[in-house]
């Protein structure tokens, strides 16, 4: 009787399930950008926006917490009213597997997508979504010069990269771009060293790896914070940080150019894409940082605090930190100009090692995508135009910081009044644009309805970037240029930018059967790289050549030579 | 003759032999329960609907799933998703380290029950009510909070643990937290603390349950309360107490993957690593959702649970009488 | 209580051990309440950098003053304790329903049914399906998709039918029949008045299941006006944690990692007081003595 009842029950589910399953998954033809509009006929509104038509696009973001609304929005009624359209607004997750995960759901019951994907994608995302028919490609609005106003406007360098990183491994356009070049957050890994120990031992700020060393020892054995207690760390860290914490590979920078477990050119043959932490370089920089371990120079701290044990540890009462690499140091010490840890501590440059490597972790700018236009839009033109629209100067603006004139300005004639750290020190020869001009409220800490906060295409320049500065701090005639909190900024630009090989990898836009391929081997071999640099360096793995040679076999073993050859294909590609 | 019991006639004709009884005793003991078939048929739709019907979706484990062909379109692939996962460097030691953090965490079953037990013998009923509302909370607590506040706590420089040694021994604690061997101890312990509140709260209820004439007469024959917590609390809920580790055993594999990702850290990864924490990265590496590696993993979770499940209710049966099924 | 005299040496002994080992205990885990506490009513720095511990560091209200000024939390509040409320009572219909007919000993088939029920909790078609069907069910982005696909807790119902067969004596059921009580009118009449102990039970574990419910939300639902609680406390601790593979401006991300840490903890409590409460409500129903005198004569 059970059996039957068994049996009875799965044929019942087998037949329900097919003929609920079957029936109509829309099928998702690939729409290309054969307009439905009059061909040809671009129009502007008289404000400069795309005259769209009045039609009504359904925009779908990631809410911010400090948007109080999107409808009731300054940014809206403007696009709105410059463009002759209506915005309606379609609420994605806030966390960004959550929302891959509902964006593949959706296209997966054949829903109704909103018509715009408002939202920054990974590449590898973003061609399985285009090429299997979710986002329509935009290869031919881009090309139209008439469709792409403000994009034909930007200049040949930057237009390069943006198109570069727009165009899919299929060969495709699937979104806009979000270009905002700033090159403090393309070297994250600053070093910093305790400047008030170094001036009560008597020490020269060290330049190389030897220096360190003996400075080290002296901070942790000449008890220079003076209380008596031997508690001084050495080098220290944050192996899991994720902006420039992981001082070890600062350190591995003064043996072979790196940036942690992720794949570089050869420095001899930038035709060929190596894995350096297979090299004698990279096992000569774990034996010094070995070295340091054992003496008790380094703290093993690195590789078990969290964030805020991290924070804990570089604001602890008495100072204990002697020297460690950060990206943000108004992130890290808290208030900084006034945190009396941080006033101890002095950027200083990267360190040469003994073979007169000195290099600095580095990635190039790789600008985002955003701004997907999805197949159940029905006005892809007008939605295509709407995001081109964001390469305005203005709107960018007002999308990243506020309401012009209130929260911003780039008036000439208020700019002169201003100054930044840049033009001070001639890094660039005016102020550009000033926020927190009318206001002091900081529209990314504050809840308010003026912008979008930054969800959409961008484009700004370097010297954009370069001229931007904070009104309430930086009139002519108050603006103190030295600030403690402004001087890594100078450093940065004199000894970090252009601190790498004069040819580096690109961003590598993998196919999708590449990225699958990989997608093994890369976590094990990155758990694997970051579990081993751990142990050797505290000694629970020996570094002798066994040892080493066990290290290169088992990354073999995990697909070390799959993940080499796709990333060669795919940085081939870029080469064409 | 026809007799008439509960359940129906009872036919006379010995010739036609047992299975003619049992048979129509069947037929009409049904019809007469037709009220409760009635009343099932509620949970049964429920079922049958929300779990059921999206039960044939398991299908995409043996493909390789993409939106666009959907279900029934995605080539098929066979077993290519599972081999992929036990392919992997890392397959044994994500299960061993699964298998020990559950089954450690399975000893820890009793606690919960000797909670109960105990608060269920304290006399004062006002603390009784204090502990009880307190011992509960924490398991509300988000993950994120709990892994930071051990963090916290067992920092051999600055926090509790590092300050009591210290004190005690004069020297700098060792680092627990680096030692990866430690880590299924602080990671099963942090849960208990946690989570043993909420967990006694079933027992408490079947406490309640037990007929309080049971107390009187053991009381009468002269029982300590601890003999009465031996012969009276223990036998009263053990019916309850069977079932729960009968379906705790069902869901080994499903242990969290929450905590166990936030306390990674590159020295305890060895023992850190769990099956759901390595699938995410996976899936995260390769960009996209892959819906099916997921679901493969799922199911080759849900086997073992299930098989562990049969086993228990089986030896459940076998040795109490009773069980799920 | 005179009972405290007639105690034996060997009883005295025994509530001391257990009030000793039980006031450690309390203590020990009283402790993250604590505090959660303290740091609602820290600064986000202080929070931040660790240093808090037992008492609030930098005292300050900011936290809390946020939290009352954004709709969000109010709108998320509303909708949790309707999902709540509403869910809670659908599941204990539902599951009380399939616990008592599953309990009847006297049910033909009873043992299929139960493996029907048990099988769901180990097997399910995963996200797809399920998302495939609340769409052709047209219940996405209404409560209905909240509501509806957990009604049966499989897990609660195995409990609750485990309590009413060892509490609720077979003898009541025969003496009920010969009484001509049908089976409809035994369930309402007699197991649900006997059963509050383990309804108790239920009604805890579902809404605290639907406090504490993210996923299903975060799916199925679209509209701000839907979200639960939990969706705008996971945004918070979201953004207090910087994500390195979808930011493109981390010094920015920090920024708002930081204002994220002043209100975390405020809205950790804020959305734990229902719980809080929710506990000596149901306490009451763990009452002792139900079966008294029913089976009696």
Not at chain 3, 185 to 199: D, E, M, N, T
């Amino acid at each position: 009787m059970k059996k039957n009842q068994i049996i009875a029950i799965v044929l019942a589910l087998i037949l329900v399930f097919f003929s609920f399953a079957g029936c109509g998954k829309n099928n998702k033809t690939s729409k290309d950008s054969s307009g439905n509009e009059t061909k040809g006929e671009y129009k502007l509104t008289g404000a400069g926006g795309p005259d769209l038509g009045g039609v009504t696009l359904k925009v779908g973001i990631q809410p911010s917490q400090y948007i109080t609304s999107y409808k009731d929005n300054e940014l809206t009624k403007k696009l709105e009213k410059d463009c002759n359209v209506k915005l309606e607004f379609f609420e994605f997750p806030t966390d960004g597997n959550d929302l891959k995960t509902k964006l593949s759901l959706m296209a997966s019951s054949g829903d109704d997508m909103p018509d715009i994907v408002d939202v920054g994608l990974d590449s590898t995302s973003v061609l399985e979504y285009g090429s299997k028919g979710l986002f329509i490609p935009l290869n031919d609005y881009v090309n139209n010069v008439k469709m792409s106003p403000n994009f034909a406007k930007i200049p040949g360098e930057d237009k390069k990269a943006m198109l570069t990183a727009m165009t899919s491994a299929d060969g495709k356009i699937y979104g806009h771009a979000k270009y905002e070049y700033e090159t403090w957050n393309l070297t994250p890994y600053r070093c910093y060293i305790n400047r008030k120990w170094l001036d009560t031992l008597n020490l020269k700020v060290p330049k190389t790896t030897d220096e360190l060393a003996n400075v080290l020892r002296a901070f942790v054995n000449k008890d220079p914070n003076g209380n008596g207690k031997k508690d001084e760390i050495g080098v220290y860290g944050m192996a899991s940080g994720a902006y420039g914490q992981n001082t070890v590979w600062a350190l591995m920078n003064c043996f072979i150019f790196s940036n942690g477990v992720s794949m570089q050119l050869d420095e001899n043959d930038s035709s060929k894409v190596i894995a350096p932490w297979t090299k004698d370089a990279w096992r000569e920089g774990l034996q010094y940082m070995k070295s340091l371990y054992k003496e008790g120079l380094l703290s093993n701290s690195i590789f078990v605090d969290d964030d805020t044990q991290f924070k804990a540890t570089l604001n602890a009462e008495t100072p204990i930190v002697g020297f460690v690499s950060v990206g943000s140091n108004g992130g890290n010490w808290p208030d900084n100009d006034k945190n009396p840890n941080f006033l101890q501590m002095e950027c200083i440059e990267p360190l040469t090692g003994p073979k007169g490597i000195s290099w600095t972790p580095y990635s190039s700018y790789n600008p985002g995508t955003i701004w997907y236009i999805t197949s159940s839009c029905k006005h892809s033109e007008e939605a295509y135009r709407l995001g081109e629209y964001f390469y305005n100067y203005t709107i960018t603006m007002i999308n990243r910081f506020g309401r012009e004139g209130y929260d911003w300005t780039s008036d000439p004639k208020e700019c002169a009044k201003y100054t930044n750290t840049n033009v001070v020190n001639g890094i660039t020869d005016a102020v550009t644009m000033v926020y927190r001009y009318g206001t002091e409220q900081n529209v990314w800490t504050s809840n308010h309805n003026r912008s979008w906060q930054n969800a959409g295409p961008r484009y700004a320049s370097l010297k954009m970037n370069l001229g931007y500065t904070d009104g309430v701090t930086s009139k002519k005639d108050k603006f103190v240029s030295d600030l403690p909190s402004q001087i890594p900024g100078i450093i940065n630009t004199k000894y970090y930018a252009d601190r790498h090989p004069k040819v580096t990898i690109p961003a590598l836009h993998y196919t999708i059967d590449e990225a699958q391929s990989i997608a093994t081997p890369t976590t094990d071999i990155t758990t694997y790289v970051n579990t081993a640099t751990a142990e050797f360096i505290t000694g629970q793995r020996p570094l002798d050549d066994s040892g080493w040679k066990t290290y290169l076999d088992e990354m073999k073993g995990m697909g070390l030579q799959q993940w080499l050859d796709a990333a060669q294909a795919a940085y081939n590609r870029t080469l064409k | 003759m026809k007799m008439k019991d509960r359940n129906g006639y009872i036919s006379a004709d010995a010739s036609k032999g047992i299975v003619q009884i049992s048979s129509q005793s069947l037929k009409q003991r049904m019809l007469r329960r037709w009220q409760l078939y009635l009343m099932l048929l509620i949970p049964l739709l429920f079922t049958f609907i929300f779990a059921y019907i999206p039960m044939g979706g398991l299908i995409i484990a043996f493909k390789k799933y993409n939106f666009r062909d959907g279900i029934f379109g995605s080539a098929w692939v066979g077993l290519d998703n599972f081999t992929k996962f036990f392919k992997s460097a890392y397959f044994a030691r994500t299960l061993r380290n699964t298998l020990t953090l559950s089954i450690y965490g399975l000893l820890t079953f009793p606690i919960p029950i000797l909670f109960a037990l105990f608060l269920n013998a304290l006399p004062g009923r006002k603390y009784k009510k204090i502990i009880q509302t307190v011992t509960y909370l924490p398991h509300f607590i988000s993950t994120v909070v709990i892994v930071g506040l051990i963090f916290q706590l067992l920092n051999y420089r600055s926090g509790i643990y590092g300050a009591i040694y210290t004190m005690l021994t004069g020297t700098t604690a060792p680092d627990i937290l680096a030692k990866g061997r430690l880590f299924k101890h602080i990671y099963v312990w942090s849960g208990v603390w946690q989570n043993a509140g909420y967990s006694s709260i079933i027992y408490i209820a079947a406490l309640a349950g037990i007929d309080p004439t049971l107390y009187e007469a053991a009381t009468i024959d002269g029982a300590t309360r601890f003999q009465r917590l031996r012969y009276i609390d223990i036998p009263g809920i053990m019916p309850t107490i069977s079932i729960m580790l009968i379906l705790a055993v069902g869901h080994i594999m499903s242990i969290g993957f929450e905590k166990a990702y936030l306390m990674q850290n590159n020295l305890n990864i060895a023992y850190s690593e769990i099956i759901s924490t390595y699938v995410y990265k996976v899936g995260l590496a390769s960009g996209i959702t892959d819906f099916s590696y997921a679901t493969a993993i799922g199911m080759f979770n849900s086997v073992i649970n299930f098989a562990l499940l049969i086993l228990a209710n089986t030896i459940s049966k076998k040795l109490s009488g009773s069980g799920i099924f | 209580m005179n009972k405290l005299k007639s105690l034996s040496w060997g009883d005295k002994v025994f509530y001391f051990l257990i009030t000793v080992a039980l006031t450690i205990v309390f203590l020990l885990v009283l402790y993250p309440c604590i505090f959660v506490l303290a740091a609602s009513f820290s600064s986000g720095p202080a929070v931040e950098a660790g240093k808090v511990y037992l008492w609030p560091v930098d005292f300050s209200l900011e936290g809390y003053k946020t939290i009352l000024k954004t709709d969000e939390v109010y709108l998320g509040f509303r909708n949790s304790l309707f999902y709540t409320v509403v869910g809670t009572t659908i599941n204990i219909i539902v599951t009380m329903i399939a616990a008592y007919v599953m309990s009847r000993r006297d049910l033909p088939g009873r043992n299929g049914f139960m493996f029907f029920f048990a099988f769901t909790m180990f097997f399910s078609g995963g996200l797809i399906p399920s998302y495939i069907l609340i769409q052709r069910l047209h219940m996405l982005n209404t409560p209905w998709a909240i509501l509806l696909p957990g009604a049966l807790g499989v897990y609660n119902m195995v409990i609750a039918r485990t309590f009413i067969q060892s509490n609720i004596p077979q003898e009541l059921l025969e003496a009920a029949q010969i009484d001509g009580c049908s089976d409809f009118r035994y369930f309402i009449s007699i197991v649900l008045p006997l059963s509050k102990s383990v309804i108790a039970v239920l009604v805890l574990f579902y809404a605290v299941g639907h406090w504490n419910a993210y996923f299903n939300a975060m799916i199925y639902l679209n509209k701000k006006e839907l979200y639960p609680l939990t969706i705008f406390l996971r945004e918070i601790l979201m953004a207090s944690r910087i994500d390195p593979s979808t930011v493109d401006d981390p010094e920015l991300q920090t920024l708002i990692a930081k204002a994220a840490a002043v209100i975390k903890y405020a809205l950790i409590v804020v959305s734990m007081i229902p719980v809080l409460l929710i506990y000596p409500f149901i306490q009451k129903y763990f009452v002792k003595g139900v079966m008294i005198g029913s089976i009696k004569g």
